[in-house]
């Protein structure tokens, strides 16, 4: 069975840090370029980030640009999400997923995203 795991969510403070997981487990994706997606409360799901399969791209919402850093190890088939001068913004169910399409473009389109993961909640609040 085909399951990608997020972890490392919590609950921190404005300015904080937290390092997001996510490990595949079923198969192997490190062919595959990988996003990060966060759900704040009431809103619709959108693009955080995503890495190439290569780790040569990388690609940022605006909103997170100079804070988030994603990396990805291809041996651990593990890819991370570093979350720096974190803002209550930020709180949201975040989401790992997988590019439908084995290719070197980095998309932002959570329609191009398959395998979801079941999330995991980041909380920022003083």
């Known amino acids: 069975q085909v399951q990608l795991v997020e972890s490392g969510g919590g609950l921190v403070q404005p300015g904080d840090s937290l390092r997001l997981s996510c490990a595949a487990s079923?198969?192997?994706?490190?062919?595959?370029?990988r996003g990060w997606f966060r759900q704040p409360p009431g809103k619709e799901r959108e693009f955080v980030a995503a890495?190439?399969?290569?780790?040569?791209?990388?690609r940022y919402a605006d909103s997170v640009k100079g804070r988030f850093t994603r990396s990805r190890d291809n041996a651990k088939d593990t890819v991370y999400l570093q979350m720096n001068s974190l803002k209550p913004k930020d709180t949201a169910v975040y989401y790992c997923?997988?590019?439908?399409?084995?290719?070197?473009?980095?998309?932002?389109?959570?329609?191009?995203?398959?395998?979801w993961g079941q999330g995991t909640q980041v909380t920022v609040s003083s």
């Open positions: 997923a997988v590019d439908r399409i084995s290719s070197d473009y980095v998309s932002a389109s959570r329609g191009r995203y398959d395998n």
């Open positions: 890495i190439g399969r290569s780790a040569g791209s990388t």
């Open positions: 079923g198969r192997t994706f490190s062919t595959y370029n």
